[in-house]
Protein backbone atom coordinates (compact mmCIF):
# COMPACT_ATOMS: atom_id res chain seq x y z
CA UNK A 1 0.00 0.00 0.00
CA UNK A 2 1.27 3.24 -0.99
CA UNK A 3 2.36 5.81 2.12
CA UNK A 4 1.42 9.11 2.13
CA UNK A 5 4.99 10.18 1.33
CA UNK A 6 4.79 8.02 -1.81
CA UNK A 7 1.17 9.62 -2.81
CA UNK A 8 2.74 13.44 -2.15
CA UNK A 9 5.85 12.49 -4.39
CA UNK A 10 3.68 10.83 -7.43
CA UNK A 11 1.76 14.33 -6.93
CA UNK A 12 4.58 16.46 -6.93
CA UNK A 13 5.64 14.31 -10.31
CA UNK A 14 2.01 14.80 -11.71
CA UNK A 15 2.07 18.30 -10.72
CA UNK A 16 5.75 19.13 -12.31
CA UNK A 17 4.90 17.07 -15.61
CA UNK A 18 1.85 19.51 -16.06
CA UNK A 19 3.43 22.34 -15.82
CA UNK A 20 6.13 21.09 -18.36
CA UNK A 21 3.28 20.40 -21.14
CA UNK A 22 1.58 23.63 -20.11
CA UNK A 23 4.82 25.54 -20.65
CA UNK A 24 5.51 22.96 -24.01
CA UNK A 25 2.48 24.15 -24.92
CA UNK A 26 2.48 28.02 -24.77
CA UNK A 27 5.76 27.41 -27.31
CA UNK A 28 5.77 27.43 -31.06
CA UNK A 29 7.11 23.99 -32.74
CA UNK A 30 9.90 25.89 -33.49
CA UNK A 31 10.65 26.80 -30.02
CA UNK A 32 10.04 23.60 -28.67
CA UNK A 33 12.69 21.82 -30.73
CA UNK A 34 15.16 24.83 -29.91
CA UNK A 35 14.87 24.07 -26.41
CA UNK A 36 15.17 20.56 -26.91
CA UNK A 37 18.35 20.81 -29.10
CA UNK A 38 20.10 23.18 -26.24
CA UNK A 39 19.15 20.10 -23.41
CA UNK A 40 20.78 17.58 -25.68
CA UNK A 41 23.87 19.76 -26.04
CA UNK A 42 24.05 20.52 -22.31
CA UNK A 43 23.79 16.55 -21.55
CA UNK A 44 26.48 16.13 -24.48
CA UNK A 45 28.70 18.40 -22.86
CA UNK A 46 28.37 17.20 -19.08
CA UNK A 47 29.09 14.08 -20.59
CA UNK A 48 32.25 15.31 -22.26
CA UNK A 49 33.55 17.08 -19.48
CA UNK A 50 32.99 14.20 -17.18
CA UNK A 51 34.64 11.34 -19.51
CA UNK A 52 37.84 13.53 -21.17
CA UNK A 53 38.69 15.89 -18.10
CA UNK A 54 37.01 14.23 -14.45
CA UNK A 55 38.19 10.94 -16.46
CA UNK A 56 34.87 9.56 -14.84
CA UNK A 57 31.73 8.94 -17.22
CA UNK A 58 28.22 9.61 -16.75
CA UNK A 59 27.06 7.69 -19.71
CA UNK A 60 27.43 4.77 -21.61
CA UNK A 61 28.87 4.34 -24.71
CA UNK A 62 25.39 3.63 -26.08
CA UNK A 63 23.74 6.41 -24.20
CA UNK A 64 26.06 8.95 -25.56
CA UNK A 65 26.07 7.88 -28.64
CA UNK A 66 22.42 7.91 -29.18
CA UNK A 67 22.30 11.77 -28.08
CA UNK A 68 24.74 12.96 -30.39
CA UNK A 69 22.70 10.97 -33.25
CA UNK A 70 20.01 12.70 -32.22
CA UNK A 71 21.67 15.68 -32.06
CA UNK A 72 22.86 15.07 -35.73
CA UNK A 73 20.23 14.43 -37.13
CA UNK A 74 18.17 17.50 -36.28
CA UNK A 75 20.82 19.92 -37.06
CA UNK A 76 20.99 17.95 -40.15
CA UNK A 77 17.09 18.65 -40.72
CA UNK A 78 17.20 21.74 -39.54
CA UNK A 79 20.78 23.53 -40.45
CA UNK A 80 19.80 27.19 -38.93
CA UNK A 81 20.13 25.22 -35.32
CA UNK A 82 23.60 24.66 -35.84
CA UNK A 83 25.98 26.86 -34.04
CA UNK A 84 29.96 26.71 -34.11
CA UNK A 85 29.89 25.68 -30.69
CA UNK A 86 27.56 22.96 -30.71
CA UNK A 87 29.32 19.40 -29.79
CA UNK A 88 28.85 17.82 -33.27
CA UNK A 89 31.21 20.84 -34.38
CA UNK A 90 33.76 19.20 -31.99
CA UNK A 91 36.31 16.43 -31.04
CA UNK A 92 36.45 15.41 -27.36
CA UNK A 93 36.37 18.24 -24.51
CA UNK A 94 38.47 21.38 -24.33
CA UNK A 95 41.90 21.23 -22.35
CA UNK A 96 42.44 21.58 -19.23
CA UNK A 97 43.06 25.03 -18.18
CA UNK A 98 45.89 24.71 -15.88
CA UNK A 99 47.96 22.41 -17.94
CA UNK A 100 50.04 23.91 -20.30
CA UNK A 101 48.37 23.85 -24.13
CA UNK A 102 49.68 22.70 -27.15
CA UNK A 103 48.49 23.59 -30.63
CA UNK A 104 48.30 20.83 -33.22
CA UNK A 105 50.01 21.43 -36.02
CA UNK A 106 47.46 19.34 -38.06
CA UNK A 107 43.52 19.13 -36.57
CA UNK A 108 43.55 16.02 -34.38
CA UNK A 109 40.47 14.12 -35.50
CA UNK A 110 38.22 11.22 -33.92
CA UNK A 111 37.18 7.99 -35.54
CA UNK A 112 33.77 8.25 -37.10
CA UNK A 113 31.03 5.37 -35.83
CA UNK A 114 29.73 2.56 -37.90
CA UNK A 115 27.08 0.85 -35.87
CA UNK A 116 25.35 -1.56 -38.17
CA UNK A 117 25.58 -2.36 -42.01
CA UNK A 118 23.69 0.45 -43.47
CA UNK A 119 25.83 2.99 -41.83
CA UNK A 120 29.04 1.56 -42.84
CA UNK A 121 27.40 0.99 -46.14
CA UNK A 122 26.73 5.05 -46.07
CA UNK A 123 30.10 5.76 -45.65
CA UNK A 124 31.63 3.65 -48.12
CA UNK A 125 29.26 5.90 -50.58
CA UNK A 126 30.23 9.21 -49.21
CA UNK A 127 34.13 7.99 -49.73
CA UNK A 128 33.48 6.95 -53.44
CA UNK A 129 31.38 10.83 -53.99
CA UNK A 130 34.56 12.55 -52.62
CA UNK A 131 37.25 10.16 -54.84
CA UNK A 132 34.61 8.89 -57.35
CA UNK A 133 37.87 7.54 -59.49
CA UNK A 134 39.62 5.99 -56.81
CA UNK A 135 39.64 1.90 -55.88
CA UNK A 136 39.12 1.12 -52.21
CA UNK A 137 40.55 -1.87 -50.15
CA UNK A 138 40.21 -2.51 -46.37
CA UNK A 139 41.83 -3.40 -43.49
CA UNK A 140 40.19 -4.39 -40.31
CA UNK A 141 41.50 -4.61 -37.20
CA UNK A 142 40.24 -4.08 -33.57
CA UNK A 143 40.43 -0.57 -31.94
CA UNK A 144 42.12 0.09 -28.55
CA UNK A 145 40.30 2.82 -26.55
CA UNK A 146 42.61 4.58 -24.91
CA UNK A 147 43.59 8.20 -24.97
CA UNK A 148 44.51 10.11 -28.28
CA UNK A 149 48.06 11.27 -28.19
CA UNK A 150 50.63 13.06 -30.70
CA UNK A 151 54.56 13.01 -30.02
CA UNK A 152 56.33 15.13 -31.81
CA UNK A 153 60.07 14.22 -32.05
CA UNK A 154 62.70 15.99 -33.17
CA UNK A 155 66.34 15.24 -34.32
CA UNK A 156 65.26 11.79 -33.27
CA UNK A 157 64.67 13.24 -29.90
CA UNK A 158 61.16 13.02 -28.28
CA UNK A 159 60.15 16.78 -27.65
CA UNK A 160 56.39 16.81 -27.07
CA UNK A 161 53.92 14.84 -26.13
CA UNK A 162 50.19 16.01 -26.49
CA UNK A 163 46.75 14.56 -26.06
CA UNK A 164 43.70 15.80 -28.34
CA UNK A 165 42.07 17.98 -26.08
CA UNK A 166 39.03 19.77 -28.40
CA UNK A 167 41.10 18.72 -31.65
CA UNK A 168 42.65 21.60 -32.10
CA UNK A 169 44.36 22.48 -28.84
CA UNK A 170 45.28 19.68 -26.75
CA UNK A 171 47.22 19.74 -23.11
CA UNK A 172 50.94 19.05 -23.23
CA UNK A 173 52.00 15.80 -20.87
CA UNK A 174 55.15 15.75 -21.78
CA UNK A 175 56.75 14.52 -18.38
CA UNK A 176 54.00 12.07 -17.31
CA UNK A 177 54.98 10.68 -20.89
CA UNK A 178 58.09 10.44 -20.76
CA UNK A 179 57.55 7.69 -17.41
CA UNK A 180 55.77 5.52 -20.20
CA UNK A 181 58.38 2.55 -20.67
CA UNK A 182 57.03 1.95 -24.01
CA UNK A 183 57.43 4.96 -25.43
CA UNK A 184 60.95 5.41 -26.55
CA UNK A 185 62.89 9.23 -25.77
CA UNK A 186 64.62 8.83 -28.93
CA UNK A 187 64.15 7.19 -32.44
CA UNK A 188 66.27 4.32 -33.49
CA UNK A 189 67.10 4.43 -37.41
CA UNK A 190 69.59 5.73 -40.13
CA UNK A 191 66.94 8.06 -41.58
CA UNK A 192 65.27 10.22 -38.91
CA UNK A 193 63.37 13.39 -40.38
CA UNK A 194 64.14 16.24 -38.47
CA UNK A 195 60.98 16.95 -37.30
CA UNK A 196 58.11 13.76 -37.23
CA UNK A 197 54.47 13.46 -35.18
CA UNK A 198 53.50 10.34 -34.46
CA UNK A 199 49.91 9.64 -33.19
CA UNK A 200 48.42 6.53 -31.19
CA UNK A 201 47.02 5.61 -27.99
CA UNK A 202 48.21 5.25 -24.76
CA UNK A 203 45.90 2.88 -23.03
CA UNK A 204 46.01 0.09 -20.55
CA UNK A 205 45.59 -3.69 -20.61
CA UNK A 206 42.54 -5.45 -18.80
CA UNK A 207 45.27 -7.08 -16.46
CA UNK A 208 46.71 -4.18 -15.18
CA UNK A 209 43.49 -2.14 -14.87
CA UNK A 210 41.62 -5.54 -12.62
CA UNK A 211 45.30 -5.14 -10.69
CA UNK A 212 44.77 -1.16 -10.76
CA UNK A 213 41.17 -1.12 -9.36
CA UNK A 214 42.43 -4.28 -6.71
CA UNK A 215 45.17 -1.67 -5.18
CA UNK A 216 42.68 1.95 -4.81
CA UNK A 217 41.96 2.43 -1.43
CA UNK A 218 39.32 5.59 -1.43
CA UNK A 219 36.41 3.55 -2.99
CA UNK A 220 36.69 5.20 -6.25
CA UNK A 221 37.21 2.57 -8.89
CA UNK A 222 37.55 3.82 -12.46
CA UNK A 223 35.08 2.81 -14.57
CA UNK A 224 37.06 1.70 -17.61
CA UNK A 225 40.44 0.79 -18.42
CA UNK A 226 40.00 3.93 -21.25
CA UNK A 227 39.76 6.39 -18.28
CA UNK A 228 41.93 4.41 -15.62
CA UNK A 229 44.71 5.13 -18.45
CA UNK A 230 43.72 8.70 -18.89
CA UNK A 231 43.52 9.46 -14.63
CA UNK A 232 46.72 7.92 -14.74
CA UNK A 233 48.62 9.77 -16.87
CA UNK A 234 46.92 12.99 -16.21
CA UNK A 235 48.50 13.32 -12.54
CA UNK A 236 49.69 16.71 -11.90
CA UNK A 237 51.92 15.13 -9.24
Known sequence: MPTTKDMTNEQNNNEENETSLLEQAGKSEEEQLAAHVAALRHQIEEANYHY??????????AEYDQLM??????????????????????????????????RHPVPMLSLANARNEKELLDWHRRAQNILPNATFSYVCELKIDGLAMALTYEKGRLTIGASRGDGMVGEDWTQNVRTIRTIPQRLRSDHIPDKVEVRGEIY??????????????????????????????????
Open 204 to 237: MSIKSFEKLNAEMTDNRLFANPRNAAAGSLRQKD
Open 52 to 61: HVQDNPILTD
Open 69 to 102: IELQRIEREHPELQTPDSPTQRVGAAPIQDVQQH
